[in-house]
């Protein structure tokens, strides 16, 4: 990816392992309501976190950033492209896109949503509309789920920022709304559908990014979707799966809504909730 020609992003905040921060641009608001079970590229931590807002009262550190200047600069051009995009995207419905805020931590951070860990993964918070990502997660997708590239990264930010449209188009809130209505099984369908809609949503992203594009990068992408499978990691980790407990969705399905967004670049197609078969 020629993430290098973008432009960097002013909505990023650096923040030290106790949830303080040097920020670039920031905020935060509010408490959480939802909790299920979720792996890695959760989306909405509520599914798994307790409550409490953010305190940004102690001292601020200064070497969080410095060893991963390149990274942090990385990501700023990746959330800058995708503030270009969905920006273009609102206009031409005659909306106006709201930019997120991402908050890079090391360690563990505080959110709207509550505190978490790195092995959270990165996650978005919709009650103060940031994404969290600690960057050693990029570590872990290349070593150990054998997604390695820097368009499999760009993708991670892109399926989170996928999060923040549904948020703002009040899809997450409807799908919260049902998922308390209905039975566990029921509600981690809800939170599959959220998921693929949110991979198709990455790929409208990377359909409007093909200037940045170099071979190669499509690929890593899909890898990086077809890593982070349910089926994938549950049974990368205990031997076996659970279709019921699913909460993202099978690899195939993520490939499948990710390539979706990313031939047609049309939002319109990502309906999850409508569809005939995920």
Known sequence: MRWQLGRRSQNVEVRGGGGVSRPVAGGGLGVIILALVVMLLGGDPSILLGSGPPDHSAPVPTDVAAANDEQVDFVSAVLGTTEDVWGDLFQAQGGRYVEPTLVIFSGAVDSACGRAGASVGPFYCPLDQQVYIDLSFYEDLQYRLGASG?????????????????????????????????????????????????????????????????????????????????????????????????????????????????????????????????
Do not use: K
Not at 217 to 224: G, K, P, S, Y
């Open 150 to 278: 820097d368009f499999a990264q760009a993708y991670v930010v892109a399926h989170e920022v996928g999060h923040h449209v549904q948020n703002l188009l009040g899809i997450s809130g409807q799908v919260q709304t049902l998922q308390r209505r209905v039975n566990r099984t029921q509600a981690n369908q809800l939170s599959v559908m959220l998921e693929l809609q949110a991979d198709c949503f990455a790929g409208v992203w990377a359909h409007n990014v093909q200037s940045y594009l170099e071979d190669g990068d499509v690929e890593e992408a899909l890898n990086a979707a077809a890593s982070i499978g349910d089926d994938r990691l549950q049974r990368q980790a205990q031997g076996y799966i659970v279709p019921e407990s699913f909460t993202h969705s099978t690899s195939e399905q993520r490939v499948r809504w990710l390539r979706l967004g990313m031939q047609t670049g049309d939002v319109n197609q990502c309906n999850t909730f409508e569809a005939a078969s995920l």
